[in-house]
T-cell receptor
Framework: GAVVSQHPSWVICKSGTSVKIECRSL??????MFWYRQFPKQSLMLMAT?????????EQGVEKDKFLINHASLTLSTLTVTSAHPEDSSFYIC?????????????FGPGTRLTVL | AQKITQTQPGMFVQEKEAVTLDCTYD???????LFWYKQPSSGEMIFLIY??????QNATEGRYSLNFQKARKSANLVISASQLGDSAMYFC???????????FGQGTRLTINP
């Protein structure tokens, strides 16, 4: 159990377009999901915390109008990169908080590689 | 503020040897959790092991064990009998009480040589 999926796994888009990335918890409910960004050979940087039914909490320096997060159900959160530019090219990873697990560990999706031309 | 430090950018180990990956942390909270994740070249983050700040015994999960030294604020990962498939990036992370988000270290790239 505790599987998280992401779709798409990779996407290439033109500069100025918007891209939506989906994160789903397949076999458990996740009231909280997290969105991370990872540049090559670097660590994961938390972008925002997504709470079901409420507004996302963004980390300092992350533009909330550029990275739109919607957590419409207990199993789905979406990240939309609006008006994407080449500097937005990165590996985006989501995770879901499994509230019933003792360790409260997060389970990660496989990631989405975004390339903006 | 919470901080995780991994001082080893890269490690090279012979197959079947044991390896220790270092992790130190900084927090003023009394209740926190420490995690280790493995990230292969495919990019997925694989949960390895967890240690709670109040756990009296070091956590173990198969070939993985966590050497938790609270006074030193260190949480080193020990992998016994390393295998070629252990080659990956390894991240140490911390979660503090009241917050669900994780703070990650810079990572250590482990390479297992045959």
């Amino acid at each position: 159990g505790a599987v998280v999926s992401q779709h798409p796994s990779w996407v290439i888009c033109k500069s100025g377009t918007s891209v939506k990335i989906e994160c789903r918890s397949l076999d458990f409910q996740a009231t909280t999901m997290f969105w991370y960004r990872q540049f090559p050979k670097q660590s994961l940087m938390l972008m925002a915390t997504s709470n079901e039914g409420s507004k996302a909490t963004y980390e300092q320096g992350v533009e909330k109008d550029k990275f739109l997060i919607n957590h419409a159900s207990l199993t789905l959160s979406t990240l939309t990169v609006t008006s994407a530019h080449p500097e937005d090219s990165s590996f985006y990873i989501c995770s879901a908080h499994h509230r019933d697990r003792k360790t409260n560990e997060q389970f990660f999706g496989p990631g989405t590689r975004l390339t903006v031309l | 503020a919470q901080k995780i430090t991994q001082t080893q950018p890269g490690m090279f180990v012979q197959e079947k040897e044991a390896v220790t990956l270092d992790c130190t942390y900084d927090t003023s909270d009394q209740s926190y959790g420490l995690f280790w994740y493995k990230q292969p070249s495919s990019g997925e983050m694989i949960f390895l092991i967890y240690q709670g700040s109040y756990d009296e015994q070091n956590a173990t999960e198969g070939r993985y064990s966590l050497n938790f030294q609270k006074a030193r604020k260190s949480a080193n990962l020990v992998i016994s009998a390393s295998q070629l498939g252990d080659s990956a990036m390894y991240f140490c992370a911390m979660r503090v009480q009241g917050a669900q988000k994780l703070v990650f270290g810079q990572g250590t790239r482990l390479t297992i040589n045959p």
